[in-house]
């Protein structure tokens, strides 16, 4: 089981970026992935999660409206558009899957990404 996060970088307030999670060995029709972040000195937050089939979006409040998440199964891949970032977003952020999976709380999910760094910054 592997999932690779990637396309963070260094961005300025206002901007958009997307985040790509791979993943592999393992159907994705049967996880819920998610998309959490830990900035430094902060605990590991979850910023959003789509059900099994992408049935159900979970979105934290500070990202809703300027966030979406993405999945497709037949690529294995899982995105999320940011826009109008905010220097409040930068963190590293990390995608997870959980097998079966409703809710979007870090504890419950069980494979984890190396994570990608994303910096909002002027």
């Known amino acids: 089981v592997q999932l690779q996060a990637f396309g963070g970088g260094l961005v300025q307030p206002g901007d958009s970026l997307r985040l790509s999670c791979a993943v592999s060995g393992f159907a994705l029709d049967d996880y819920a992935i998610g998309w959490f972040r830990q900035a430094p000195g902060k605990k590991r937050e979850g910023v959003s999660c789509?059900?099994?089939?992408?049935?159900?979006?979970y979105y934290a409040d500070s990202v809703k409206g300027r966030f979406t998440i993405s999945r497709d199964n037949g690529k294995k891949t899982v995105d999320l558009q940011m826009n109008s970032l905010k220097v409040e977003d930068t963190a590293v952020y990390y995608c997870?899957?959980?097998?079966?999976?409703?809710?979007?709380?870090?504890?419950?999910?069980?494979?984890w990404g190396q994570g990608t760094l994303v910096t909002v910054s002027s």
């Open positions: 789509i059900g099994v089939g992408g049935g159900r979006e």
């Open positions: 997870a899957a959980y097998y079966r999976g409703v809710y979007c709380v870090a504890d419950d999910y069980e494979y």
